[in-house]
């Protein structure tokens, strides 16, 4: 099954601070952090999930905010792991308010 996005979709997400960006199988959302990071959610659109709110929401909820620091910290020596880890959550909570701004539409 294909995910199906529709223009309100795609509305949605930028209404919400999202660039979309989009090619044949693949759905991408972006957004720079609090740190500047522009962080990029890359999701294939034949994975099964029947909306694109679906969709965010299991990036979201398997989005990881201590994995995602760690993996900064060990190339950014200036930044403390708390800020980092901060940013991150940050992250998960705007991915969490696009997927619930998304499913209200669904």
């Not at 996005?5 to 660039?19: L, V």
């Not at 989009?22 to 909306?51: N, Q």
Request: proline residues 1%; charged residues 35%.
């Amino acid at each position: 099954m294909t995910t199906a996005i529709t223009d309100r979709d795609r509305e949605i997400c930028k209404e919400n601070g999202w660039g979309v960006y989009e090619e044949y199988h693949w759905f991408e959302i972006g957004i720079h952090s609090p740190l500047g990071e522009h962080f990029v959610a890359s999701m294939r659109t034949d994975c099964g999930f029947k909306t694109l709110g679906d969709m965010v929401t299991d990036y979201a909820e398997r989005f990881d905010a201590q994995e995602h620091a760690a993996m900064w910290h060990e190339n950014d020596d200036r930044t403390s792991l708390n800020e980092l880890l901060a940013d991150a959550e940050k992250i998960q909570e705007w991915l969490l308010d696009l997927a619930k701004a998304l499913k209200e539409e669904d």
